[in-house]
């Protein structure tokens, strides 16, 4: 990095933590700390509730998975805009008629204290540890780009934020959201057209998508169904991004502490509701303009030389084992197929510039043939980085925007597409940890003391709470990088292991009004994750898998699931009760 | 928070934006598929 992206980066860091400071000032009582006093407009709602989903990882993954698997990615949100329907219908009006600080008081108030108490606790876990992920991922990236140190890295990704998130609470968060997501899409736009203008002459923007389209990145809609049928394993498909996004998308808005927390800062219902709807709007075509960004990064390296791997610590790491001559042999084979592409990609844009559809189809064909021979070489890499000779992470898709980043945008730039990178981290982290400390202190610490805390004290308490949520959640990041990348997929899968779950606990508060037996939820709750973690464990079985399930379909059976073994054990404690109830 | 029957803006009834919500996601996924059929 040059002096100026290093001014570029730091100017950026701290004029957000100055920011978040100044928007500090808040009444000192759970009120003000956790929900800035019921006082947001839902511009703002809309913003936080964006910058709380929207981690370092959505801006660097995204991209590169567009690079690799094209566009269809995007119906992974298609959910999104009816679980917010569902949302504003049934549980904005609840949550704000019960006044409550959390989303898990609710079900103390509809069921009983155990519910809320397994609720919450699975919240604490999942949230605490992805949060800890969180910190890690985009911290690794830039470690192994730029030769930082992965601990200082860490450190200033998970600690910064700190400062203003324990000062401010939930309304220097949102604020702050605000203020960073307004540089994240600057300086995404910034490096969207840049990618454009870098391509060679005479070809613009609508080329682009044509040389992507014909390479099928353009797989915006995927049905999933082929000659044998509907296919239950593809993770992203117009079915499953419907179904079992909106499960997903329900479950996160409507359980997760770190979203609810969002939109119960609103001044009003009106205004929950109307973060949440436009969040209905933008999310879909926000997500599809990011994947778009890295289709036209593909294009561009149809046109110039792209990195056989793109996480060059590894490609260092195979360059020094026993495979270093079969690297360099597949390397070269992968250049010359590169060279050929650009060849063919001219005489593509050609025959489409003509009109000569007949030619283009040639063109389209001997295209494919090219890019099956280089993806080809790209997996053999793969696999030999993974193998046992290198026993690296054979994973580059993360890698594969920034390593643009470094490598072509201009001075200046770079500086800004890394703060990026920290701005978007700090927005999800520090919502996470204000809802961790919200948790904590509603549905524990208040629940379990029996001294009655004055809200000065309660709100010192929650500062404490966020600073040792916060330090947890380094700790976590810095285990990640002993302990390797076999955990971030264990977290991540952690996620929809109990997503499902939770939901099916608060579907059956909302929709099953004449369930009042909190045993029957609890032990419904325990069966369908008991069902859940079967139906996981059958599809990691080996050699081959017994069921072949994408992971997104684990969030409906675990919220049907509850509903199921609910209404099962609700009839059974009915039946025995009028078995065990006086004759009259 | 206020009152739970508050009006929403531009609209005499929430339902109306709820379907909002659902034709623009409609109309996404079908100029998302001419898309994919145009240049896929």
């Known amino acids: 990095m040059t002096t100026i992206d290093w001014i570029v980066l730091i100017v950026t860091l701290i004029a957000i933590i100055s920011y978040g400071l100044y928007k500090s000032r808040t009444s000192h009582n759970l009120d003000g700390y956790f929900l800035s006093n019921r006082s947001m407009p839902w511009g703002l709602i809309l913003l936080s509730i964006m910058g709380t989903q929207a981690s370092a990882i959505t801006f660097i993954s995204a991209p590169g998975q567009a690079y690799t698997d094209g566009m269809r990615f995007v119906q992974y949100y298609f959910g999104l805009p009816l679980a917010m329907i569902i949302i504003c219908i049934f549980f904005v009006p609840i949550f704000s008629k019960l006044k409550v600080y959390t989303a898990y008081e609710f079900l103390e108030n509809r069921f009983d204290g155990k519910t809320r108490v397994l609720t919450s606790f699975l919240f604490l876990l999942q949230r605490g540890l992805s949060t800890g992920i969180s910190v890690f991922a985009p911290s690794i990236i830039l470690s192994s780009l730029l030769g930082w140190n992965i601990y200082w890295t860490n450190i200033f990704m998970g600690g910064l934020l700190i400062i203003y998130t324990m000062s401010g609470g939930a309304k220097a968060v949102a604020y702050t959201q605000q203020l960073q997501l ?5 300086g995404m736009f910034l490096a969207a057209y840049m990618v454009v203008n870098m ?4 070809i613009g923007f609508t080329d682009a998508l044509k040389v992507g389209g014909s390479l099928g990145k353009l797989n915006v809609i995927t049905t999933g169904i082929s000659d044998k049928g509907f296919n239950w394993s593809d993770q992203y498909n117009l079915l499953s991004g419907i179904i079992g996004g909106f499960f997903l998308a329900l479950s996160y808005f409507g359980t997760d502490q770190s979203q609810v927390g969002r939109y119960l800062t609103a001044r009003s219902i009106r205004e929950s509701r109307m973060g949440l709807i436009m969040n209905g709007f933008v999310k879909v075509p926000m997500q599809f303009l990011i994947l778009l960004v890295g289709v036209l990064v593909f294009t561009f390296y149809q046109f110039n030389q792209a990195p056989i791997f793109f996480n060059q610590k590894q490609v260092r790491n195979i360059e020094n084992s026993v495979l270093k001559d079969s690297f360099q042999l ?6 010359r197929v590169a060279d050929q592409k650009k060849i063919v990609v001219a005489e593509f844009l050609g025959a489409k510039d003509g009109d000569n559809e007949l030619l283009a189809e040639e063109k389209t064909s001997e295209l494919k043939i090219l890019q099956k021979r280089s993806d080809s070489l790209r997996s053999q890499v ?4 993974g193998s046992s000779a290198v026993n690296g992470d054979s994973n580059d898709t993360n890698y594969i925007f920034m390593r643009f980043v470094v490598d072509y945008l201009p001075v200046g730039l770079v500086g800004l597409l890394i703060a990026i990178i920290f701005l978007a981290s700090w927005g999800s982290i520090a919502a996470a940890i204000n809802s961790l400390a919200s948790s904590s202190m509603v549905d524990f610490h208040r ?21 040792g949520w916060g330090i947890f959640c380094i700790v976590v990041a810095m285990f990640t990088y002993n302990i390797g990348n076999s955990l971030i997929e264990a977290v991540n899968i952690l996620g929809s292991l109990f997503y499902g779950v939770i939901l099916g606990v608060f579907l059956v508060a909302f929709f ?13 709750a325990l069966l369908a994750e008991l069902l859940v973690l079967t139906v996981f464990l059958l599809t990691k079985t080996k050699p081959e898998p017994i069921l072949k399930i994408g992971f997104l379909w684990l969030n409906p059976i675990g919220a049907f699931g509850v509903i199921f073994f609910t209404l099962l054990l609700n009839s059974f404690f009915v039946k025995s009760r009028k078995h065990k109830a006086p004759a009259h | 928070m206020q009152s739970e029957k508050e009006k929403p803006p531009l609209f005499s009834s929430w ?16 100029l998302f598929y001419l898309l994919t059929q145009r240049f896929a």
């Open chain 2, 15 to 30: 339902d109306y934006w709820y379907w909002l919500v659902v034709f623009f996601l409609i109309l996404l996924i079908i």
């Open chain 1, 382 to 385: 793969k696999k030999w980085i």
């Open chain 1, 182 to 186: 307004i540089i994240i899409f600057t």
């Open chain 1, 512 to 524: 099953f009004k004449r369930i009042k037996n909190g045993n029957a939820v609890f032990f419904g």
């Open chain 1, 447 to 467: 629940k379990f003391t029996r001294k009655k805390e004055s809200g000065e004290n309660e709100y010192q308490l929650s500062k404490w709470y966020t600073l």
């Open chain 1, 199 to 202: 391509l060679p002459e005479g």
């Open chain 1, 330 to 335: 597949a390397r070269s084979a992968y250049d």
